[in-house]
C-alpha cells in the first residue's frame, strides 16, 4: 500500500513538474513571439550584428560614427569590448531609446580571469584538477557579470599539435579526452547553476571547428583533414560543450577541407544544429564573414552574407556584411526569411534567459561590481590553482625545495621584476584597476623569505635582443649566493592571437645567461615563463627547471609557495614538448607506422628522423614531485567483457617519499587491431590523488564500451571485439602498470 502511494505521488508529481516545465518552455516561446512578431525585417537584421565598442580590437575595425545612432533604431543587437558598468550602462540606455527597446548584450573575451588573472588556459589545463579550473571559470563569471557583462568568448575547445601555433596558450592542450573534460567543466564554471542568475555568464564554445589544427602553426591558416579526424580529434570537446548546455558558440576564421568555417554548413547546420541539436546561437569570429572573401570562396560581401547565413552563423560580429545585405537577400529571394527569424529568435531567447527584458540593467549595478573585484577570496583560489599549475620538469638531486633559511639567493632575469607580463595574453584592462595589479616574482619571494636570508637582484639581459651588459653584475651576484634563480622566456604577448612563431626556442640572449651562471659552480633554478612549449638548449644543463607558463595575478606567491615546498607541484604537461621545432607536429596518441622506430641510433629504414630523436623532449603527462610515488597492485575484475559490461580496475599508490603530495595517475589504452588503426595509447582516464608522506590509497578506475570506441570507416561509433592492452602511469611513457582485457562478442 504504502509502495503504491509513493509510486502513485512520484508519478503525479512528475506529471505536474512536466507540466509547469511546459508551461514554462511555452512561456519562454510566446515571450520570444511578443516581441519578435513586432519587429521589422531591419529591426530583425539588427540583432544579427555585434559591434566593437573601442577596446582590444583584434581584427580590421570600421571607424563607425553612426554607431550610437544605430542602436538607437535598434540595429544592433550586441556589442563586444565594453568595459564596467557606468560605460555598458550607458550603451544600455541608448538601446532602451530604440522603438523596441530590445536590449543590447556584452561580450568579452573573459578568457583566463577578469580582474582577478588566473593562469592561461594551458596552464591551468597542466593542474589537470577539474574542480580548480571549474572555480577559477566561476570566479571569472562572477567579477565579469557583477560588470555588466552577460557573455564571455571562452573556453576555447580547440584541440592543439602544435606549439609555433601562437593560440596553444587558450586551450587545453593535445589530448580530446582532457580536452573534453575541461570544456565541460569550464562552461559550467562560466554559466554557473543557470542563465539569468546575476553571476552567470554566457559561455562560447569556440573555434567551430579544427582552428587548432592550422597549417605550419600559422593563425589563420587553412586546415585540410579526414573526416575521421574531425569526428575523433577535433569535435568531441565541441560534443561535450553542447552536452554541458553551453548557451553559444564560435565559428572559426580557417577553411576546413577547402570550405571557410563560418560558411560551412556541413559543421554548423548538419552537425551543430542537426545532429547535435544546439539550441543557442552561432557567433562568427571577428570579421570572418567578410573574410570568406579573401579566402576565394564567395566573389563579393553580398555572397558572404548568403553564405554565413545560409550555414548557420546566426550573429555577424564586426564584418557588417549582415546590415549591408541580409536585406537585399531576401528581397532578392536569395534566402528565405525563416533563416533569419530562426537566428533571431535563438538570439532573443538568450537575451530573456539572461533576464535583460525584465531589467536591461540588472548586471550594472556599481555597488555590486565593486564588491566582487574587491572579493579578499579571489586571490587567495588565483594563489592556489597557479601554484597546481606549474610543472616541476627537472630537480637535480633535489636541489627544490629551497630552505626558507638559505642564507643568499640570487633572483636574475628579466622577468623577475615584470609585472604584466605575468598575466599573460588575454588579460583585460579593467576599468579604474591597475593594469599593474600583479604580485610579481620579486614580491613572491620577498613575501616568503625569512629574515635570514638575503635576496640579491640583477636583470641579466632583456627577453629579446642580443645585449648582454648585464651578464657581468649577474654573474657577480651570483658569486655571492648559495643558489641562483633564474627567471627567463617569453613576453606574453609573444604567445596568443596572431602570434604563430617558426623558432620556439627561448628568445635572445637568455639561455647565455643561463651557460655564464652555470659556469660560476652555483646551484640554478631555471623558471620558464611562457604561453606555449618553449624549445631548450641550455636549459637542459640547469639543475632545476619549473614551467610556470603565465601564471595570473598571484603568479609571485605561487612560484614562491612551490620554490619552498608550500606547494608540492603536481601539474603534468597537457601538451607536448619537442625537443626541435623539426618534429613538429609531435603528439603522444600517433598511429604506429609499418617501420616504427626502436631507438634513436637505428636509422635504418624505419620512421625515423637521420638528425634528430624521434621522442620529445617532455611527453604529455609529465611532470615531477618532490615525492615520489609507487604503483602497485592492479587488478581487473575481469579479463573478458561483453559490449554492455565493464571491467573494474583497481590499484594501489603509495606516497613513498618524504613530502606529502599530489599524483595524476593517467590511465591510457590501446586497441591492439583494429579496422581502422588505433593511437599506440589514448588517455582514458585519470584521476588526481593526494597523498601524505608514506601514506597509500587505493584507486579504481572503470572501463566500458564508451572508452573503447572509435569511429570506423562509416564514421560509426563503435567498438569492435579484440585485445585491447591497458597501462596505468605517471606520464603517457612513464607506464607504471599494465595489463590486458578483450571485448568479445
Ligand atoms: C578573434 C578571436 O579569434 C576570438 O577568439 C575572439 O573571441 C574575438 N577575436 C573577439 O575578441
Known amino acids: 500500500m504504502m509502495k503504491f502511494n509513493l509510486i502513485s505521488f512520484v508519478l503525479c508529481f512528475s506529471i505536474v513538474s512536466l507540466n509547469i516545465v511546459a508551461a514554462q518552455k511555452k512561456t519562454i516561446n510566446e515571450k520570444i513571439d ?61 538601446a532602451m531609446e530604440s522603438r523596441l527597446k530590445i536590449p543590447l548584450l556584452f561580450g568579452q ?71 573534453s573534460k575541461i570544456a565541460y567543466t ?48 577535433y569535435l568531441p570537446p565541441f560534443k561535450t560543450a553542447v552536452d554541458a548546455g553551453v548557451a553559444t558558440f564560435m565559428n572559426a576564421f580557417n577553411d576546413i577541407n577547402g570550405v571557410p568555417a563560418t560558411g560551412n554548413k556541413y559543421l554548423q547546420r548538419d552537425i551543430l544544429k542537426g545532429k547535435w541539436a544546439f539550441k543557442g546561437f552561432v557567433v562568427s569570429d571577428w570579421g570572418s564573414i567578410g573574410e570568406m572573401v579573401n579566402h576565394g570562396n564567395v566573389k563579393n560581401d553580398y555572397e558572404a552574407a548568403l553564405s554565413a547565413i545560409t550555414a548557420g552563423s546566426d550573429m555577424d560580429m564586426e564584418s557588417r556584411n549582415y546590415k549591408n545585405n541580409l536585406a537585399k537577400l531576401v528581397k532578392d529571394k536569395k534566402i528565405p526569411i525563416a533563416l533569419i527569424d530562426d537566428a533571431v529568435k535563438r538570439i532573443l531567447k538568450k537575451k530573456f534567459e539572461l533576464g535583460l527584458f525584465d ?68 588579460d583585460v584592462d579593467v576599468p579604474g584597476v591597475d593594469s599593474n595589479f600583479i604580485v610579481s616574482q620579486w614580491e613572491g619571494l620577498q613575501n616568503k ?113 612551490v620554490l619552498f615546498g608550500d606547494y608540492n607541484p603536481s601539474a603534468k604537461l597537457p601538451i607536448t614538448f619537442p625537443l626541435s621545432v623539426g618534429q613538429i607536429p609531435i603528439y603522444y596518441n600517433h598511429f604506429n607506422t609499418g617501420r616504427p622506430a626502436k631507438n634513436d641510433n637505428n636509422h635504418n629504414y624505419n620512421s625515423s628522423y637521420t638528425d634528430l630523436s624521434i621522442y620529445p623532449k617532455y611527453e604529455f603527462g609529465f611532470g615531477l614531485s618532490y615525492t615520489t610515488f609507487e604503483y602497485s597492485d592492479i587488478h581487473l575484475s575481469k579479463k573478458k567483457m561483453k559490449i554492455n559490461e565493464k571491467i573494474e580496475v583497481s590499484l594501489t599508490i603509495a606516497n613513498t617519499g618524504k613530502y606529502n603530495g599530489e599524483e595524476i595517475v593517467q590511465l591510457y589504452i590501446r586497441d591492439k587491431v583494429g579496422s581502422i588503426i588505433r593511437p599506440v595509447k589514448e588517455l582514458k582516464d585519470f584521476t588526481k590523488i593526494k597523498l601524505n608522506a608514506g601514506e597509500s590509497k587505493p584507486i ?43 571485448l568479445i562478442r
Open 186 to 233: 569550464r562552461i559550467k564554471g562560466f554559466q554557473g547553476k543557470k542563465l539569468g542568475e546575476l553571476n552567470s555568464l554566457m559561455a562560447c564554445a569556440k573555434h567551430f571547428a579544427a582552428y587548432g589544427a592550422a597549417i605550419g602553426g600559422r593563425d589563420y591558416n587553412s586546415v585540410d583533414m579526414s573526416d575521421r579526424m574531425l569526428w575523433e580529434t
Open 109 to 179: 573575451d573573459v578568457v583566463h580571469g577578469y580582474k582577478t588573472t588566473f593562469p592561461i588556459p594551458l596552464a591551468e589545463a597542466a593542474s589537470w584538477d577539474l574542480e580548480a579550473m571549474e572555480l577559477s571559470a566561476r570566479i571569472a563569471a562572477i567579477e565579469a557579470s557583477a560588470a555588466g557583462i552577460n557573455w564571455t568568448f571562452a573556453p576555447m575547445v580547440d584541440i592543439t599539435r602544435d606549439p609555433r601555433w601562437g593560440r596553444v596558450m587558450e586551450g587545453a592542450g593535445e589530448d580530446t579526452y582532457l580536452g
Open 359 to 426: 531589467d536591461p540593467f540588472r548586471y550594472c549595478n556599481a555597488e555590486r561590481e565593486q564588491a566582487a573585484l574587491n572579493n579578499p577570496d579571489h586571490p587567495k583560489v588565483a594563489r592556489a590553482i597557479a601554484a597546481k599549475s606549474i610543472v616541476l620538469l627537472k630537480n637535480q638531486d633535489q636541489l627544490l625545495p629551497l630552505s626558507k633559511n638559505t642564507k643568499t639567493i640570487a633572483f636574475i632575469g628579466p622577468l623577475v621584476k615584470s609585472l604584466r607580463q605575468n598575466k599573460g595574453f588575454w
Open 34 to 94: 511578443s516581441v519578435f512578431r513586432l519587429m521589422t525585417l531591419e529591426e530583425k537584421i539588427g540583432q544579427l550584428n555585434q559591434y566593437n565598442d573601442d577596446w582590444r580590437a583584434t581584427g580590421p575595425t570600421t571607424v563607425d560614427n553612426d554607431k550610437v545612432n544605430q542602436i538607437r533604431k535598434g540595429q544592433v543587437g550586441s556589442l563586444l569590448n565594453s568595459l564596467g558598468t557606468e560605460r555598458i550602462k550607458s550603451w544600455q540606455n541608448i
Open 700 to 742: 579504481k578506475f572503470y572501463i566500458d564500451k564508451e572508452k573503447i570506441s572509435f569511429y570506423n570507416q562509416k564514421l560509426q561509433w563503435q567498438a569492435e571485439p579484440g585485445e585491447f592492452e591497458l597501462m596505468i602511469g605517471a606520464s603517457s611513457s612513464d607506464i607504471r602498470l599494465r595489463g590486458e582485457f578483450e
Open 449 to 561: 623569505i625569512s629574515g635570514n636570508t638575503t635576496l640579491l637582484y640583477a636583470k641579466g639581459c632583456d627577453i629579446e635582443g642580443n645585449n648582454t651588459e648585464g651578464f657581468t653584475e649577474a654573474v657577480e651576484i651570483a658569486k655571492q649566493s648559495d643558489v641562483v634563480i633564474l627567471s627567463i622566456g617569453e613576453r606574453r604577448d609573444m604567445s596568443g592571437e596572431a602570434k604563430s612563431r617558426s623558432n620556439i626556442n627561448i628568445p635572445g640572449v637568455q639561455e647565455d645567461l643561463l651557460k655564464v651562471l652555470l659556469a660560476t659552480g652555483k646551484p640554478v633554478v631555471v623558471l620558464i615563463n611562457a604561453g606555449r612549449p618553449l624549445v631548450f638548449t641550455t636549459v637542459n644543463d640547469a639543475h632545476a627547471i619549473l614551467y610556470t607558463w603565465w601564471l595570473g595575478s598571484e603568479a609571485g606567491n605561487a612560484i614562491a609557495d
